[in-house]
């Protein structure tokens, strides 16, 4: 298994994107964001993902992704030190060109995996951006925490040398991570709910 820095580098990267995305979807303000499922309703009356899944933030999450994966391989092929901490072989993945192509993947499919969670949630009548009551609303915690570390870790080994315990180690750290980086959001009011 690969050593605790190296993993942390990887989620580093993930965690400015995040962020960074957060942040670029709140500097649009009170004005109105085209959902991703455009407001429609199913048979069962209830919206597809809901409002706060939208396509500024998809695009966004893709490009802002894609950049912050371009910083870590300017970093890794400048300073050897970071190169040491860094699984991904920016020398072999032609930087800077396909090092775009990867993180907009890695972006992709952070979005995407968080898109059936959302599609569960309005089902059962949780709110966008809530979890829930009790039981249930304490698995949709861990899996809010989750569903887009699980998305970016499928994606990984097309660019990067992680095993499977890396990939264990990865959802469970990266999840618990995620939490605590949706807490210090909430605490900058860039989310709407903590954790």
Known sequence: MSSMPQ????????????????????????APLRPIDGGILLGDGK???????TWVGFFGMIAITAIWLAIAGWLATNFPAVDHLSLTRFDEL????????FGALWGLAYVLAE?????LKRRID????RN???LRGRMFLVLDQADSVIGCVIV???????TVWDAFALVVLGSFVHYLTNLGLYAVRLKNQAG
């Open 7 to 30: 993993l942390l580098f990887l989620i580093a990267i993930l965690v400015c994107a995040g962020a960074s995305n957060m942040a670029f979807v709140k500097s649009f303000g009170s």
């Open 47 to 53: 919206r597809l993902f809901g409002n706060n899944k």
């Open 156 to 162: 990984m080994p097309l660019f990067c040398s992680i």
């Open 94 to 101: 032609n930087f800077p060109f396909n090092v775009w192509f």
């Open 126 to 129: 949780i709110l966008p951006g």
């Open 132 to 134: 829930g009551e009790g």
């Open 115 to 119: 898109l059936p969670n959302s599609y």
